[in-house]
Every structure is written in structure tokens, then in C-alpha cells.
């Protein structure tokens, strides 16, 4: 269970701590939400374009495949049925969408759940924006490997903050998003965070901590 207190989290490359918005890190563990809110991520993130052809819709021939009589073959029906080769799939797959309607609160505590694991085992860090006024993967890793990252390790940003996008998109097994597009799958998906500190106003308000919801939540409402 996390702590009651208000959270203080590691600042990146840093020996200070910062203040993390209230009530973002301290949500008890609700294993059940989670499950549903990130596998409603997950199915939103589903393209359901797969499509074959059924046999009304394959380019196939209607005329009769050969005479009814005196070819001592056996009589045969349409060359488009599934049985035949190059005929149309039988109950095949066709464009659907695989959205799963997760509630709003729901949703948001799943979210605050998740970001309190991490607080809870120390793998989640803030990133200062300004320490990194050019890009440099260098700088980026090596915080990293000071802090003592556990991989796969998930970095939140700002969509403005350009030089934290190039700084850290190329360390292998390090993932960049925006916070806007952050969902509870990615959150239980890595073994660290690291969030800038205006992304962590951003998360706030997608776990309904904030005036306003920012970004759009995924797999609907």
C-alpha cells in the first residue's frame, strides 16, 4: 500500500527530490481495475483491419466448371466455395474495432494504481527539462545508469520538449511518449518511469487529479 505522505520523487542526475502532485503516487493497488483498464488500452490500441474475402467477393468465374455429365467427375457447385482453392474464406476475419468501455473513475484510479507501484518500489523519477537545452543521448544514459534505471524504462514528456524526445528515443529498451497518450498499459508495462515535470501535471489530470482531464484517455468511457 503506499504511503499516506505527500510523495517526494528523485530528480534525474540530481541528489534533490521533487514534489509530486497529491494523491498521484498514493493509490492503493486495485489489481482488478488495473487488469481492465489495461486491457481496454491494449484493445484500443488494435488497428481491426484484417479482412479476407468471402466467396461473394473473391474474382471467381460463375460459369459452370465443367458439364453436368459424361466427364466422370463428380458435379460441383460454385468454384467460389470455401472447399475450393481460390475460393472465399469461410468465417473469416473482417474490419471491426475491439474498443472495451472502461468507466471515467475507474479509468483514473487504475491510472493513480499504477503510478503508486512505482512510487512504492522507487522506480519513478522526474526529469528537468531545462537540464537538457540540447540534445544528448550521452547525458541522457548516463543519468539513467546513475539513478540506476531498471529496463524496459518508460519516458513521459511534454510534446514541446523536443530535446528530451532526442535525448532519450535512441537508448535501447528506453520508450518515449507524450503524457497525453500514456495509458495504464504502458505504466505496467516497464520496470521505471522517468517524467518530466510538466508531464506529471498532464498525468494528474488524466487520473482525474487536475481541473481539466488532459489528453485523451484511451479505449473510451
Do not use: C
Request: no cysteine; proline share 4%; charged share 25%.
Amino acid at each position: 500500500m503506499a504511503s499516506a505522505k505527500a510523495t517526494k520523487i528523485p530528480v534525474l542526475g540530481k541528489t534533490t527530490k521533487a514534489s509530486a502532485p497529491d494523491g498521484l503516487f498514493t493509490e492503493e493497488f486495485h489489481q482488478s481495475l488495473v487488469h481492465e483498464a489495461a486491457r481496454a488500452d491494449a484493445n484500443s490500441r488494435r488497428r481491426g483491419t484484417a479482412s479476407s474475402l468471402t466467396r461473394s467477393e473473391v474474382s471467381m468465374t460463375t460459369a459452370k466448371a465443367w458439364r453436368q455429365k459424361g466427364t466422370g467427375r463428380s458435379r460441383v457447385g460454385a468454384l467460389s466455395a470455401p472447399s475450393r482453392y481460390g475460393g472465399g474464406a469461410a468465417f473469416g476475419p473482417k474490419p471491426r474495432h475491439y474498443t472495451v468501455k472502461v468507466n471515467r473513475k475507474a479509468r483514473r484510479k487504475a491510472l493513480r494504481s499504477a503510478l503508486s507501484v512505482h512510487a512504492d518500489r522507487g522506480s519513478v523519477a522526474v526529469v528537468k527539462a531545462a537540464d537538457f537545452k540540447t540534445p544528448s543521448t550521452k547525458e541522457a544514459a548516463a543519468a539513467l545508469q546513475k539513478w540506476g534505471a531498471k529496463l524496459p524504462t518508460l519516458v513521459v514528456i511534454l510534446g514541446e520538449e523536443t530535446e528530451l524526445l532526442k535525448s532519450f528515443r535512441n537508448i535501447p529498451r528506453v520508450e518515449v511518449l507524450e503524457a497525453g497518450a500514456v495509458g495504464v498499459v504502458d505504466v505496467i508495462g516497464t520496470a521505471s518511469i522517468v517524467v518530466s515535470e510538466g508531464a506529471l501535471e498532464v498525468l494528474a489530470g488524466k487520473a482525474g487529479l487536475g481541473s481539466a482531464d488532459a489528453g485523451t484517455e484511451e479505449g473510451g468511457e
